[in-house]
T-cell receptor, first 109, second 115 residues
Framework: DAKTTQPNSMESNEEEPVHLPCNHSTISGTDYIHWYRQLPSQGPEYVIHGLTSNVNNRMASLAIAEDRKSSTLILHRATLRDAAVYYCILGGSNYKLTFGKGTLLTVNP | ETGVTQSPTHLIKTRGQQVTLRCSSQSGHNTVSWYQQALGQGPQFIFQYYREEENGRGNFPPRFSGLQFPNYSSELNVNALELDDSALYLC??????????????FGPGTRLTVL
């Protein structure tokens, strides 16, 4: 399975943008890049996914490098409710999502 | 629209026992995946069911088995429980096979404690 590398933790201030990086140098051409987040005592929640082009939705933006070996999840204005563990996952033709340890995002008021 | 629900919320079993966990998929979803999440770790894929057939399995022994019913609800069965099976068990549903372009909707999980 293609693996991803994320920082263990990051810190941000409320109402500031947050850029969460992810490296996936062994990504294959058919792997989608998925981002999920998990708030304390809850199941993971879908954030965004993409294949080659940058993607935007109501929660976040996903910027994908041209060589697809890295990506960045962008939260445009962090709120206290965004404090969670963020997982960057590659999903491919083997039809499963392989979660790593993710990045623990702390948002300061 | 009802989301993914799981039952029970918490469960305590002793080593060697068997357990059945249940999941109701989100309406319109034909795929369900099960994950095990140990404390401090990310979820680990157990297996996936698509239209009542197992389609993909992670690195879990055969004593972990599952079923998907015609209404797309699902069960996870674990036989001969071991202490290391203590974890949060998550169910996720999607409109198609996970891992590709489909987002998965997760339930709140069942916390299993094995004594």
């Amino acid at each position: 399975d293609a693996k991803t590398t994320q920082p263990n933790s990051m810190e941000s201030n409320e109402e500031e943008p947050v850029h969460l990086p992810c490296n996936h140098s062994t990504i294959s051409g058919t792997d989608y890049i998925h981002w999920y987040r998990q708030l304390p005592s809850q199941g993971p929640e879908y954030v965004i996914h993409g294949l080659t082009s940058n993607v935007n939705n109501r929660m976040a933006s996903l910027a994908i490098a041209e060589d697809r070996k890295s990506s960045t999840l962008i939260l445009h204005r962090a709120t206290l409710r965004d404090a969670a563990v963020y997982y960057c996952i590659l999903g491919g033709s083997n039809y499963k999502l392989t979660f790593g340890k993710g990045t623990l995002l702390t948002v300061n008021p | 629209e009802t989301g993914v629900t799981q039952s029970p919320t918490h469960l305590i079993k002793t080593r060697g026992q068997q357990v059945t966990l249940r999941c109701s998929s989100q309406s319109g979803h034909n795929t369900v995946s099960w994950y095990q999440q140990a404390l401090g770790q990310g979820p680990q894929f157990i297996f996936q069911y698509y239209r009542e057939e197992e389609n993909g399995r992670g690195n879990f022994p055969p004593r972990f088995s599952g079923l998907q019913f015609p209404n797309y609800s699902s069960e996870l069965n674990v036989n001969a429980l071991e202490l290391d099976d203590s974890a949060l068990y998550l169910c996720a549903s999607s409109v198609g096979l996970a891992g590709g372009s489909y987002e998965q909707f997760f339930g709140p999980g069942t916390r299993l404690t094995v004594l």
